[in-house]
């Protein structure tokens, strides 16, 4: 049976912004020493407790749901803003939409210039995103983990983006691949 890698970021990413062992850093962004183990569909996974910042964290819950396929290493977490449009695109697994689609659970809202989230629910009853957004120190750096609640969060969907990222399971399809089989539009 084929693993939808999509709900498998979004499992990730729904860890890393409710676990308050990881909070907002530019500088720590890659996390710190020990781990956690997150349940997901492909499996428990050990991602690094420590701080994150919006591009680290949407790309490293990417990296870790291609591992175990033949996409392991297109993504890492080691990317920003600006290029993650060219870096996810050019994988095959993901086109670039307008703001006008109806972005899918594990899909990416990305301002290119300055911030990034990822989609976990989007149908009639929420809009919701998960982000890393700020330090406790209102400002890039502070102590590890999430000493505000708000420095990663969940919460309801709101302008600021050029477009979604969409996981469509590839050009080039491998077995074994499930595609995101959302791809409604807006009316």
């Known amino acids: 049976m084929a693993i939808n890698r999509a709900n498998v970021a979004a499992q990730i990413m729904e860890h890393l912004c409710t676990c308050p062992e990881h909070g907002y850093s530019q500088p ?15 499996g428990t996974i050990r991602v690094k407790k420590g701080d994150r910042d ?6 490293e819950a990417w990296e870790y749901a ?12 080691y990317h920003t803003t600006y290029d993650m449009r060219s870096l996810f695109c050019g994988t095959g697994l993901f086109s670039w939409e307008p703001m006008s689609f109806m972005a899918c659970r594990g899909d990416v809202y990305l301002d290119e210039s ?3 989230a990822m989609c976990f629910q989007n149908d009639a009853s929420a809009d ?6 700020i330090a406790e120190t209102g400002d890039i750096d502070g102590e590890p983990g999430d000493q505000t609640g708000w420095e990663s969060s969940v919460h309801g969907y709101y302008e600021a983006w050029d477009g979604i990222l969409h996981y469509n399971g590839g050009g080039r399809r491998r077995r074994g691949f499930a595609s995101n089989p959302c791809r409604r539009r807006h009316g």
């Open 28 to 42: 720590g962004r890659y996390g710190t020493s020990g781990y956690c183990d997150v349940a997901t569909d492909a």
């Open 54 to 59: 919006c591009s680290s964290a949407v790309c």
């Open 66 to 77: 291609l591992k175990g396929t033949p996409y392991k290493g297109a993504i890492t977490r």
């Open 114 to 116: 300055a911030h990034t």
């Open 128 to 133: 919701v995103l998960g982000e890393f957004s």
